[in-house]
Nanobody, 124 residues
Framework: QVQLVESGGGLVQAGGSLRLSCARS????????MGWFRQAPGKEREFVAA????????DYADSVKGRFTISRDNAKNTVHLQMNSLKPEDTAVYYC?????????????????WGQGTQVTVSS
């Protein structure tokens, strides 16, 4: 079993920053990529960012490109999402997830372990 726990969410004014973290515990294995997704009220879950096992490849949704940065520390089993220049439309519950291959994929159907989510609210 794998457990993912997100943290770092909260309330921030537009233009502000937050840093989300995701800690993985449980069964140990290597070679998995990680992703961040979000779901706003009344909307479907959407891809935000992903990072390969090595950290050498990253991918971002167009809506966050240039504002968000994903990173990972495999020694600490953590992945982070630095969110800058936040906008009210970034308000959502943010989830991290593992994808059991080393390379990046956007489709959430490939992700097999999910955290419980952390709420991000951006006020205007």
């Amino acid at each position: 079993q794998v457990q993912l726990v997100e943290s770092g969410g909260g309330l921030v004014q537009a233009g502000g920053s937050l840093r989300l973290s995701c800690a993985r515990s449980g069964r140990t294995w290597s070679g998995y990529s990680m992703g961040w997704f979000r779901q706003a009220p009344g909307k479907e879950r959407e891809f935000v960012a992903a990072i390969s096992w090595s950290g050498g490849s990253t991918d971002y949704a167009d809506s966050v490109k240039g504002r968000f940065t994903i990173s990972r520390d495999n020694a600490k089993n953590t992945v982070h999402l630095q969110m800058n220049s936040l906008k009210p439309e970034d308000t959502a519950v943010y989830y991290c997830a593992t994808n059991p291959v080393a390379y990046i994929r956007r489709d959430d159907r490939w992700y097999d372990n999910w955290g419980q989510g952390t709420q991000v609210t951006v006020s205007s």
